[in-house]
Nanobody, 127 residues
Framework: QVQLVESGGGSVQPGGSLRLSCAVS????????FAWFRQAPGKEREFVAA????????YYSDSVKGRFTIARDNAKNTVQLQMNSLKSEDTAIYYC????????????????????WGQGTQVSVSS
């Protein structure tokens, strides 16, 4: 069974950057699609970005498109989220999620489609 562990969160000023990493253990990245979700206090879990197996097609929410980049590093067995031009509204706990069942693209933003989850990492954006 795959295990996911996020890291890289922290505090940053508006306009700054952070890189989140999701370390995957228990198997290689092969066969898995991955996504990042986030949850702010008092809000529902929200889709951020996904990278789909096998072609590594990427998908983003409108709120982060053009600022965030998701990528998989097969050599390091990690999935990364590069976040640039951060805004206060990006403040949330960020979760990495994995899906082994080749979801269709329209289902990538559905948290119920993912069977593996990390514990989350806090991102705070404030001046």
């Amino acid at each position: 069974q795959v295990q996911l562990v996020e890291s890289g969160g922290g505090s940053v000023q508006p306009g700054g950057s952070l890189r989140l990493s999701c370390a995957v253990s228990g198997r290689t990245l092969s066969g898995y699609s991955f996504a990042w979700f986030r949850q702010a206090p008092g809000k529902e879990r929200e889709f951020v970005a996904a990278i789909r197996w096998p072609n590594s097609d990427t998908y983003y929410s409108d709120s982060v498109k053009g600022r965030f980049t998701i990528a998989r590093d097969n050599a390091k067995n990690t999935v990364q989220l590069q976040m640039n031009s951060l805004k206060s509204e990006d403040t949330a706990i960020y979760y990495c999620a994995g899906n082994s069942r080749r979801p269709i693209s329209s289902n990538l933003s559905n948290p119920r489609a993912y069977e593996a989850w990390g514990q989350g990492t806090q991102v705070s954006v404030s001046s």
